[in-house]
């Protein structure tokens, strides 16, 4: 079964709206959590790697403003989006790394702003 | 700084048949973790196969295996009896800093 749950899967909303993103892993603990962006039939680019209790660490050109990271727990991350526009459609993916265990994924969000 | 090249962007494979998608990766860490990553077109990220740099034997999981040549930087994915299924985007990528690799679109032909 799963071990890192995303959520929502899909978001639609309109232009300005804000949309926060969840991502849980569900039976480790996940000392980093790192969130990616995906245009269509392209690599992952990573966006973020955050770690439980400091802020995150943000790649070259990602707006740390835009893309609000939080890491409360040692089980869940989550990714906000503020004030969306067009221009942020894109797939989101998270992923969880805990002790020596390969990356475990969550499954995605497809975000689409009108 | 690490780095993953995926030099293939496609491939065509008759069912039945096995391939092998190409990885080559670079980093100066004398040790280090490669892994393949499969992704549907679903978007998810299945975990394949993991080898280890100081690992004496390639991995192997199923039809899945890692022809890792560790003085060439190579980590190439076999892919035994390609069945259907198996039509998808594959990553190489490293853990470190997980550094994926561009990615390789593999399609089965029936």
């Known amino acids: 079964g799963a071990v890192v749950s995303q959520h929502p899967s899909r978001v639609i909303c309109k232009s300005g709206t804000s949309v926060k993103i969840e991502c849980r892993s569900l039976d480790f603990q996940a000392t980093t959590m790192f969130w990616y962006r995906q245009f269509p039939k392209q690599s992952l680019m990573l966006m973020a790697t955050s770690n439980e209790g400091s802020k995150a660490t943000y790649e070259q050109g990602v707006e740390k403003d835009k893309f609000l990271i939080n890491h409360a727990s040692l089980t869940l991350s989550t990714l906000t989006v503020t004030s969306a526009h067009p221009e942020d459609s894109s797939f989101y993916i998270c992923s969880a790394l805990g002790g020596t265990q390969p990356q475990h994924f969550g499954d995605g969000t497809r975000l689409s702003i009108l | 700084a690490q780095k993953i090249t995926q030099t293939q962007p496609g491939m065509f494979v008759q069912e039945k048949e096995a391939v092998t998608l190409d990885c080559t990766y670079d980093?100066?860490?004398?040790?280090?973790?490669l892994f393949w990553y499969k992704q549907p077109s679903s978007g998810e990220m299945i975990f394949l196969i993991y080898q280890g740099s100081y690992d004496q034997q390639n991995a192997t999981e199923g039809r899945y295996s890692l022809n890792f040549q560790k003085a060439r930087k190579s980590a190439n994915l076999v892919i035994s009896a390609s069945q259907l299924g198996d039509s998808a985007m594959y990553f190489c990528?490293?853990?470190?800093?997980?550094?994926f690799g561009a990615g390789t679109i593999l399609r089965v032909k029936s």
């Open positions: 990528a490293m853990r470190e800093r997980v550094v």
């Open positions: 980093t100066s860490d004398p040790s280090y973790g």
